[in-house]
């Protein structure tokens, strides 16, 4: 008896993580023998669809064992490989979000598939109507667009042999019923990459769909992984965000927003880096910062103001004055004349004050015009947004909404999200307090002005006219500007020891093992609705 009290003593970090992983596996049994409604059918273990998600469920604990091992057995495995882990985290997910999450089951996925498709007859040579946004496909592309709503009808051509094999009929078909989305080049070249590939080789339209989407997550991954070896401290943090189910199925996904993400994170890291970690700024850290943010405007214009961070940077870490201040003109003259050789048009839009005819409902949206004739009445509409939708961004941002805002996770999952980004915003004992009060109000500012724009933003492009609250924003807006928010706090209060950090990780595993699951629950009870 002394001796097992004396191992449990020993070993209770590893025991503990053992009994989270053992509630893990317990749950995923538990949703394995569920049985669907008998008027509607049965949901047998031995079928295809369960085998694979059965092996699926399978390598995802076994992956959480072993790092339930390494984390806490052998502690310093966690500190010496800590983006190798975070990497292939979120790379294991990553991969496991693309077959729970079927074809155009992600937000907007459609579109994105459509505007990577026209960039990529851009590369081929083939001509779109463009006056129309409609894009040339392959016919049998057209004919696979999925419901967009996943079922098990949708599952079981996902895992037909059939969908994978055999050549594609490469006639091309104008695709009328959608238009495409008219992005920034940058934020589809990589699923462009993969769909060009996919038409190249003749293969089927599930195999080029599945190598757009691993383009984008690769995409992510490389600029995750530099955001990580540049940042300074918080790696923590940026890894929590990237495990985050919204985060995964935005990545694993065809859309500009893993992209975005990426970009931001590597942004943040190297603005940090240079502010409290390196002697001198370099030339070259001036240039990359500078193509960083020219890259990410035009894609999404309000992470724009992510630029203001570059004032956390000391003006005695440049060489003098003069190029403190010719490094601020030049990056200022470079992004805005990409911007505006790239976004002129769609700027020009908004900016004329024409209301823009909403396609969901027989409505028109917003003009600047008309908000800034009655300031009163639309700083009222903001402020109502903010007061009666916060909690419901805040969840989003998470991923307590899936999909198409239709597939609801479990919201204890979600706050166990929360609980371990609030570990976060808990500052190392071991760790300095980087921030001074003045750091620290430029990380609000910046967050507050992105998160109003945000908000701006879809007013205009989503709101009806006359109505009192904005629509259309979602959570996974704020996951690029969410590191400000904690980094504003870090350090301010509490402290928590460095051996807390890896069950951050640990437990954002586990967790995504039982949002993996309650999504696959959630698709086979709709029995291809």
Known sequence: MKKFGKFCTENHRLLWAGAFLLMAAVLGINCFLWKIDPLKGTYHLGGRIAGVFVVLLILLLAYAGVMAFLFFKKSDVFKKH??????????????????????FSCPDEKYHFLGAYHLSNMVLGVKDDTASRHAMVRKEDADFLLNEHPGIDDYSLLFSA??????????????????????????????AVGITIGRLLGLRQLPTMMLARMFSLATFLFFFVLALKTIPFGKELLSLIALFPMTLELISGISYDGIVLGMSFFFIAKVLDLAFMAEKVKRKDIILLTLLMAFLAPIKVTYLLLAFLMFLIPKEKFASKKEYIISAVCMAVFIGTVFLIFRLGKFAEYAAGENTQLDYVDAQSYTFGEI??????????????????????????????????????????????????????????????????????????????????????????????????????????????LPLSIFAVRGTCFRRSEETTPWIMYGAVLLNICVYLSIFETVMQRMGE
């Open 372 to 481: 800034l004739k009655d300031p009163v009445y639309s700083i009222k509409v903001l402020v109502n947004s903010f007061w009666y939708h916060a909690g419901f961004w805040f969840e989003n941002m998470f991923g307590a909404q899936l999909g198409w805002v239709d597939i609801n996770v479990p919201i204890f999952f979600i706050y166990g999200f929360a609980i371990l980004l609030f570990m976060t915003a808990i500052k190392p004992a071991e760790e300095p307090v980087y921030f001074n009060a003045k750091n620290r109000a430029l990380l609000w500012l910046v967050f507050g002005l992105i998160a109003f724009l945000i908000v701006l933003s879809m007013m205009v492009a989503w709101t009806p006219t006359g109505y009192p609250v904005v629509l259309g924003v979602q959570g996974r807006y704020f996951l690029p500007i």
């Open 162 to 191: 059939g969908s994978w094999t055999g050549k594609a009929d490469s006639e091309l078909v104008l695709f009328e019923d959608e238009k495409y989305y008219d992005c920034f080049y940058l934020g589809y070249l990589p699923q």
């Open 82 to 103: 800590q983006v190798k882990i975070a990497a292939l985290s979120v790379a294991l997910f990553g991969m496991a979000f693309m077959f729970v999450m079927p074809p």
